[in-house]
C-alpha cells in the first residue's frame, strides 16, 4: 500500500503567521485529502487536492485560510494562513493506499501561541 | 453520504473478542461500510470495507446484517495494542475514488 511523509510532525508558531505542511507519496494518486482533527475531537476533512486543477473545499473551510497545492501526483502542501490558537490541532493527510482504503499522514501537530 | 451512529465508548477485555455496532440506517445501495482505526492521535488506519456480504481479512471481520442498516466489526481476539478510536464510515465511493466524512467513533478500551 502506499506510504504518505507528512512534515513537519510538529510546531509551535506564533499568531498571524502560516504554516505550510507538505505530504508525499511514494506512488502517483488521483487525489489526496486534508484533515483537521482539533483536540479531543473526530476528523473533518478540510479540501480535496487534484491535481492540475483547484481544491474543493468543504463547508466551513475557505481557499485564503487554507490554501492548498497540488504541483504533480505524488505531492501536495497545505497551508493554514493568519493563525491564531483557535487553529491548534492536528492536521493529516490522505491519499488512496491500494486496491482497498486510503493511506495517513502521520500528522501535523500545530500549537499556535 | 449516510450518516453513522457509535456508541462512545466500549471496553473489552484482553484475549476476548471485541464487537463493534454501527448503525447506519440511511444507507443506500450502492455505500460501502469502512472500519478505520486511530490509535493514539496517528493518522487513521485502515481496518476493513464491505459492501453487503459479510469480510474478513487478517485483522477484522466485519458483519453486515441483511438490511444493510447496520454492521459489527469484530475483532476476535482483542490486545491491549486495539486500544484505539474505531470509526465507521459510511461512502458512495470504493476503490480509492471518493472522500471519506469521519464521526464521532467508538473509543474502545481493552482491559488486561
Known amino acids: 500500500s502506499a506510504v504518505i511523509s507528512q512534515k513537519p510532525s510538529r510546531d509551535i508558531c506564533q499568531r498571524g503567521t502560516s504554516l505550510t505542511i507538505q505530504c508525499q507519496v511514494d506512488s502517483q494518486v488521483t487525489m489526496m485529502f486534508w484533515y483537521r482533527q482539533q483536540p479531543g475531537q473526530s476528523l473533518t476533512l478540510i479540501a480535496t487536492?487534484?491535481?492540475?486543477?483547484?481544491?474543493?473545499?468543504e463547508s466551513g473551510f475557505v481557499i485564503d485560510k487554507f490554501p492548498i497545492s497540488r504541483p504533480n501526483l505524488t505531492f501536495s502542501t497545505l497551508t493554514v494562513s493568519n493563525l491564531s490558537p483557535e487553529d491548534s490541532s492536528i492536521y493529516l493527510c490522505s491519499a488512496p493506499g491500494g486496491p482497498y482504503g486510503y493511506t495517513f499522514g502521520s500528522g501535523t501537530r500545530l500549537t499556535v501561541v | 453520504d449516510a450518516k453513522t451512529t457509535q456508541p462512545p465508548s466500549m471496553d473489552c477485555a484482553e484475549g476476548r473478542a471485541a464487537n463493534l455496532p454501527c448503525n447506519h440506517s440511511t444507507i443506500s445501495g450502492n455505500e460501502y461500510v469502512y472500519w478505520y482505526r486511530q490509535i493514539h492521535s496517528q493518522g487513521p488506519q485502515y481496518i476493513i470495507h464491505?459492501?453487503?456480504n459479510n469480510e474478513t481479512n487478517e485483522m477484522a471481520s466485519l458483519i453486515i446484517t441483511e438490511d444493510r442498516k447496520s454492521s459489527t466489526l469484530i475483532l476476535p481476539h482483542a490486545t491491549l495494542r486495539d486500544t484505539a478510536v474505531y470509526y465507521c464510515?459510511?461512502?458512495?465511493?470504493?476503490?480509492?475514488?471518493?472522500?471519506?466524512?469521519f464521526g464521532q467513533g467508538t473509543t474502545l478500551q481493552v482491559k488486561p
Open positions: 487536492a487534484n491535481q492540475g486543477s483547484e481544491a474543493t473545499y
Open positions: 464491505g459492501l453487503k
Open positions: 464510515i459510511v461512502s458512495r465511493y470504493s476503490g480509492n475514488t471518493g472522500k471519506l466524512i
